[in-house]
């Protein structure tokens, strides 16, 4: 039986870092009749839930998928309102976030995007940079392949530079050079609408990621939906290559 929502959050089972596919928005609003628009507005609305509700919760850092770098393949018209919305509400959301103390960060090859929006950007991580009760990073023009090839660029631009020898080269070097280096890995991957599939998101840091998935589309997630998902979390026994046995004597903790 699930535990009451109430138990979800107990600290030592809490997951630092949730990392989440916000997937399902147009399936919403087409079964609305509604335009495809229609459903990312929504999933706005989702977001603003999410962000407060892993605030209430203690969660250190969330990190939403907003725009993969395979979402420019999508029509030109949701591509322009996408980038449209992701605009106004950067401008909108950036009060209420400075309100609930979050620290904002986008990650993603900005570069791809125009300079007013690069520079609303820098200005939103600017002001919320000092705060402390989460830090919500939203992936735009994120890919998990992406993030790696940028990452070995560095590697190699360093061999290049001659700060680095080749041999220095390990997992370390190369997580060090990753998008969000600073956080811990995501614990807990959650992806909503319905699909088993991980659509190149934070692909190395998700290498030990307790995965799940849910059917509810993103404009229907909700505080207890999410509630539901860090109960599961709780539940897991995370063995990161180790016995079962081993973790229940105590023998050996990850
Ligand atoms: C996720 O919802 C939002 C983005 C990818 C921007 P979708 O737009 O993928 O919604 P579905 O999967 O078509 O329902
Ligand atoms: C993943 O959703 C990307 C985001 C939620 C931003 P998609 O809807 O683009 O993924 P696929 O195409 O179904 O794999
Ligand atoms: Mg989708």
Not at 12 to 34: E, F, S, T
Not at 149 to 162: D, F, P, S
């Amino acid at each position: 039986m699930d535990p009451a929502p109430e138990e979800a959050g107990t600290p030592d089972r809490l997951p630092r870092h949730v990392a989440i596919i916000m997937d399902g928005n147009g399936r919403w609003a087409r079964a609305r009749g509604l335009p495809r628009y229609a459903g990312h507005r929504e999933g706005l609305r989702a977001v603003r839930r999410i962000v407060e509700h892993s605030v209430e919760r203690g969660i250190g850092v969330l990190t939403l998928f907003a725009f993969s770098s395979e979402n420019w393949a999508r029509p030109p018209m949701e591509v322009r309102m996408l980038m449209k919305l992701f605009m106004s509400a950067l401008r909108a959301e950036v009060r209420r976030l400075n309100e609930n103390r979050v620290r904002l960060r986008i990650i993603g090859e900005r570069s791809a995007f125009a300079p007013r929006l690069q520079r609303q950007i820098a200005e939103a991580e600017r002001l919320t940079a000092g705060n402390d009760a989460l830090l919500l990073q939203i992936a735009a023009n994120y890919g998990g392949r992406w993030d790696i090839t940028q990452a070995a660029r560095a590697l190699a631009e360093a061999v290049q530079a001659g700060t680095l020898a080749p041999q220095a080269i390990d997992e370390a070097a190369l997580a060090a050079r990753l998008s969000f280096a600073d956080q811990p890995d995501p614990d807990l991957f959650i992806r909503t609408g319905g699909e088993r599939r991980i659509s190149n998101f934070v692909l190395w840091q998700a290498a030990y990621a307790e995965l799940y998935f849910c059917d509810s589309l993103w404009p229907d997630f909700d505080a207890t939906a999410y509630d539901l998902a860090l109960a599961d979390f709780a539940r897991r026994q995370r063995r990161f290559g180790r016995t079962g046995e081993q973790l229940e004597t105590g023998e050996a903790r990850p």
